[in-house]
Every structure is written in structure tokens, then in C-alpha cells.
């Protein structure tokens, strides 16, 4: 009953945004599903918010965002090959090629830059690799709870060490997160498994790909949820602990991202868990109206 419920309500939610346009199209011969809404009232310059979903995610994860941002700039959610309604393709969802994917979807559907990225999880480190390769179209990123392309081999063993572990107790953690993750990726759906793939080359690397280019000082916001969204069996003293201390220690890292440019926020929300567009919807379409806002006096100041 409470599927139903949610799938009526986003159906709900749809139809109240004007001129959705959610259809096929082909790239390199690939069926690639989108939805647009707005584009045929685009101003002149106006930036276009795009939206990446994470880890296996289809479009629909938008949902409840998409009145509110729709009411402040157009915008395109897809589907990535292999996810939701599109089809697979034969290349790996590398950061590259899923940057190189998605402009040549804006380029056929004939949206012009500038573009608000909007990422989640996986898709908020996609958004952050987008920059690395396509920093001069961009007006503005908004990173959700992202897959933490902050952290390396050192610094992800602070999260434990306010807990009082000693060494081996972190390194028997850490083994174990890998495992993990390795047996979570393996039953997958090959376009999945990819990513998945993907991202523990990344962590591996420490993503060098993405934390060796600077981030043009375009608008960058950070949100993320403060909800301890586990299954009731696993809510002990121990582990709610961890996610307090991995919460404090990620949010520093993640301070100094936003840092780094002139009109950088962090957001928090303890009403929100992982998804949290889907928990707090209101925060997003308020990151999504000042990026819009810091982007035209940006503009302003760089036109002078």
C-alpha cells in the first residue's frame, strides 16, 4: 500500500509540472531516457538544471524536487545507460564517459550551456568529475550526500579513531567495509556492477582523478542528511557512533571543497537520510535558487 502511495504521489507531482516531457532518444545508437521540462521557456542565458542520480538510480528519484526547481530555471533528468529505462551501451560508466555521455545529450536535444549540476551519491561524484573535464560550461554544482571523493587511504581510518580503536580493530573495519562492498556489487545487474566497478577503481586511486583539478569558481553547494537510516537490528550504541563520527570528520573535508571557491555552502539536514531530496525536498530547491542567484552576481562581477 505504501509503494502504491508513492508512486501515485509522483505521479501526482509530474503532472503538476508544466510541459514534462519525459521520451527516448538515441545515442550512439543507445535508447537514452530523459525528461525535460521548461526548455521551450528558456531565456535567453538561463542556466539548465541537469540531474544525476546515483548508484543504480533511475530518474523517477527526482520527483519530488522537480515543481519547485521547475518554477526557477528549466531542467533534464536521464537515466544513464543501462539504468531505469535506458538501454546499455558497451562502454564503462567511467567519469569521463558519463561526462562525455551527457554532453552529447544536451548537444542533440540543443541545450546550450550554461548547466547546474545536480548529483547524488554516486551521482554527486559524477557531477564532481563533470568539472574536471567540462569546467567552462558550468554555472553551478549542487552535491548530494555524495559518494566522498574526499577520501583516501589515510584519512577514512579518522572516522574510527575518536571511537578509541586501536589500529588493528580500524584495519579489521575497514577489510570488512570492502568486503562488503565487493559481495553488495557482485549479484548486480551488469550496468550496475560497472558502476560499481567504476567507483572502487576510483577509491583505489584516491580519486586522483577528480581531487588533482581545482574546481572553477562557479557556485558549489554540498548537502547532506544527518538521519541514521539502518535497519533497527543494526541500530546499537556502536554503530549509531561510527555514523556520528564519520558525519563530523566527512564534514570537514567537505567544508574545505566549499571553500575553495568564492560561493561555496554546506548544508545540513538532521530531518534527512541519504536521500535527501527525497526527506527534505525544500533544501534542495533553496541550494538550487541561491546557486541561480550567486551565479548571476558572479557573472555580474566577471562582466565589469
Given at each position: 500500500m505504501m509503494k502504491k502511495l508513492v508512486v501515485l504521489t509522483a505521479a501526482l507531482l509530474l503532472s503538476l509540472c508544466a510541459h514534462s516531457q519525459k521520451r527516448a532518444i538515441s545515442i550512439d545508437g543507445t535508447r537514452i531516457m530523459i525528461n525535460t521540462i521548461g526548455l521551450e521557456k528558456r531565456k535567453e542565458g538561463q542556466p539548465v538544471v541537469v540531474f544525476e542520480s546515483g548508484y543504480g538510480t533511475p530518474m523517477d528519484n527526482w520527483d519530488r524536487v522537480l515543481k519547485g526547481v521547475s518554477e526557477l530555471a528549466p531542467l533534464i533528468t536521464?537515466?544513464?545507460?543501462?539504468?531505469?529505462?535506458?538501454?546499455?551501451?558497451?562502454?564503462?560508466?567511467?567519469?569521463?564517459?558519463?561526462?562525455?555521455?551527457?554532453?552529447?545529450?544536451?548537444?542533440?536535444?540543443?541545450?546550450?550551456?550554461?548547466?547546474?549540476?545536480?548529483?547524488?551519491?554516486?551521482?554527486?561524484?559524477?557531477?564532481?568529475?563533470?568539472?574536471?573535464?567540462?569546467?567552462?560550461?558550468?554555472?553551478?554544482?549542487?552535491?548530494?550526500?555524495?559518494a566522498d571523493f574526499t577520501e583516501n587511504h589515510q584519512n577514512k581510518r579518522d572516522y574510527y579513531k575518536p571511537l578509541g580503536w586501536d589500529e588493528?580493530?580500524?584495519?579489521?573495519?575497514?577489510?570488512?567495509?570492502?568486503?562488503?562492498?565487493?559481495?553488495?556489487?557482485?549479484?548486480?545487474?551488469?550496468?550496475?556492477?560497472?558502476?560499481g566497478i567504476v567507483l572502487a577503481d576510483l577509491r583505489k586511486t584516491e580519486f586522483k582523478?577528480?581531487?588533482?583539478?581545482?574546481?572553477?569558481?562557479?557556485?558549489?553547494?554540498?548537502?547532506?542528511?544527518?538521519?541514521?537510516?539502518?535497519?533497527e537490528d543494526s541500530r546499537t550504541p556502536e554503530n549509531i557512533a561510527k555514523f556520528r563520527s564519520k558525519m563530523r570528520v566527512?564534514?570537514?573535508?567537505?567544508?574545505?571543497?566549499?571553500?575553495?571557491?568564492?560561493?561555496?555552502?554546506?548544508?545540513?539536514?538532521?530531518?534527512?537520510?541519504?536521500?535527501?531530496?527525497?526527506d527534505d525536498p525544500e533544501l534542495l530547491v533553496a541550494s538550487i535558487k541561491l546557486v541561480l542567484q550567486d551565479y548571476e552576481l558572479l557573472k555580474q562581477k566577471s562582466d565589469k
Open positions: 536521464y537515466d544513464r545507460p543501462g539504468i531505469g529505462e535506458s538501454e546499455p551501451d558497451n562502454e564503462m560508466p567511467t567519469i569521463k564517459n558519463v561526462s562525455d555521455k551527457l554532453i552529447k545529450v544536451l548537444n542533440q536535444l540543443e541545450i546550450k550551456p550554461p548547466y547546474i549540476l545536480v548529483g547524488h551519491s554516486l551521482g554527486g561524484m559524477y557531477v564532481r568529475g563533470f568539472a574536471v573535464y567540462f569546467p567552462e560550461v558550468l554555472a553551478g554544482l549542487v552535491i548530494i550526500d555524495p588493528a580493530r580500524i584495519d579489521k573495519e575497514v577489510a570488512g567495509i570492502v568486503s562488503f562492498l565487493e559481495d553488495r556489487n557482485r549479484d548486480a545487474p551488469p550496468s550496475i556492477k560497472e558502476e582523478e577528480i581531487t588533482e583539478s581545482p574546481l572553477p569558481n562557479i557556485p558549489v553547494h554540498i548537502i547532506t542528511g544527518g538521519r541514521f537510516d539502518a535497519p566527512r564534514g570537514g573535508r567537505w567544508m574545505d571543497v566549499v571553500q575553495s571557491v568564492d560561493k561555496g555552502m554546506l548544508f545540513y539536514s538532521g530531518d534527512a537520510g541519504h536521500f535527501v531530496h527525497y
